[in-house]
């Protein structure tokens, strides 16, 4: 087992960063539980209950670069801790809100938490994990968001068989701010890389500081643009695919199937399974191929299903593969940006290029919504997903691969 070759220090980076980005699970997913109870709380239409998902999604896009940014500025272990803070008070704000208005901003403000923990938090791991595991740890690391994922929904039906429901939502809120008390762990038990105390070191003995627009200079712009492109290209096929094909198959091919909870189950156990499946590949056979393989099967699966006829039974047993092939890609996604960018901009570089794929990916189902009106739904859907998925491909050829590539700081 790899873990056993790992150093006490990297352990307990692994083990801050994997619980940081499980709690971002929970907080983001809790509220996707939620949303019937509060349209008819508050008589919040669909459209509005939609706004708050796209509007965190789009914070976090913000928060994720700016984090990335005052990570190379600040260190990347007191920035991880700003970030917990930010998004755990802004969750449990939440539960204090009465309106659609003040959940738009709360869940807003907790967006730009999100963002950030994942950028510093995949900059941290690839920095402090040995370059022969660095894929592995990455994916363990993004694995834990399926870990939050299945918190999430454990909580709500226990919160829900407890309480009443309009009790219930504001309590899976409030526990939200349960993920502070990591900072104690964190302040305790993390140091700095020593690539990044190396690039302080580097700063104050020369007097010279990277800005963060370097990531756009003639030497970096290339990878920043096909990174940016990477990681758009995923996030498009995923937000696609998990805002529009419950719909589909709801409404197109009349399944009951997926509001269950042991659709749900394994949907997760699906996504668990991919990210380490993808984990462990990144690093046997590189990052640029791992990508190129789960592209090409998750685009197959999702024209499977939009083209192909689906029963309840089978569409419980393609669950287990959608997630996996879905959220499986993302594992190598932290290791990959960091080993492209050099370390005195390595967190603006990530948190840009991740960031910026965030964006773009969250108009994608806004596109498939407006091109479903004069199309079919399941054409629609199929072809963007594909489309996505192609630009995974090339951007991945295009890109060079940088398995095993040690991190080292920049020169004077």
């Known amino acids: ?10 352990r307990r980076t692994l083990t801050a960063t994997f619980a940081g980005y499980a709690v971002d699970g929970f907080d983001y997913m809790i509220y996707t539980f939620l949303i019937p109870t509060l349209i008819m709380a508050w008589g919040m239409s669909k459209a509005e209950a939609g706004y708050i998902a796209t509007g965190a999604l789009l914070t976090s896009a913000v928060g994720g670069w700016a984090a990335g940014v ?23 704000l939440s539960g204090f809100t009465s309106s659609f208005e003040q959940l738009f901003f709360t869940r807003a403000m907790q967006g730009f938490g999100m963002g950030g923990e994942w950028a510093v938090g995949s900059v941290l791991i690839a920095e402090s994990i040995n370059a022969r595991h660095r894929g592995k740890a990455s994916g363990l690391v993004q694995s834990s968001w399926a870990v939050g994922w299945a918190a999430s929904a454990l909580a709500f039906w226990g919160m829900y068989s407890v309480l009443p429901a309009e009790t219930a939502w504001k309590v899976l809120f409030w526990i939200g701010i349960l993920p502070a008390f990591l900072i104690l762990y964190i302040r305790r038990n993390l140091d700095e890389p020593a690539v990044y105390r190396a690039e302080r070191e580097r700063v104050q003995r020369t007097g010279q500081r990277s800005s963060f627009l370097r990531i756009f200079s003639p030497a970096l712009l290339r990878q ?7 990681a758009a290209g995923m996030q498009g096929a995923y937000y696609s695919v998990t805002t529009w094909l419950p719909t589909f198959l709801k409404t197109e091919r009349h399944l009951s199937v997926l509001g269950t909870s042991g659709y749900l189950l394994v949907l997760i156990g699906g996504s668990f399974a991919g990210y380490l499946t993808s984990a462990w590949l990144s690093d046997a056979i590189g990052r640029r191929r791992c990508f190129i393989l789960f592209a090409v099967m998750g685009g197959a699966l ?25 959220s499986g890609i993302f594992s190598g996604m932290g290791a990959f940006l960091s080993e492209l960018f050099p370390s005195d901009v390595r967190g603006s570089g990530q948190g ?60 004077a």
């Open 1 to 10: 087992m790899w873990l056993q070759h790992t150093t006490p220090a990297e």
């Open 70 to 92: 005052l990570a190379d500025r600040f260190g990347r272990v007191r920035v991880l801790q700003w970030t917990v803070l930010w998004f755990a008070a802004f969750t449990a």
């Open 224 to 230: 920043t643009l096909l990174a940016s492109l990477l």
């Open 302 to 326: 999702v024209l499977s299903y939009t083209q192909m006829p689906i029963t309840d039974g089978v569409m419980l047993v393609l669950g287990f593969p959608l997630g996996f092939f879905l």
């Open 352 to 411: 840009f290029s991740y960031n910026f794929g965030r964006a773009v990916g969250a108009i994608c189902p806004a596109l498939i919504g407006h091109f479903s009106t004069t199309h079919p739904l399941g054409q629609t859907l199929g072809w963007m997903a594909a489309l996505c998925y192609g630009v995974v491909i090339v951007a991945a050829l295009a890109l060079p691969e940088t398995r095993g590539r040690e991190l080292l700081p920049a020169t």
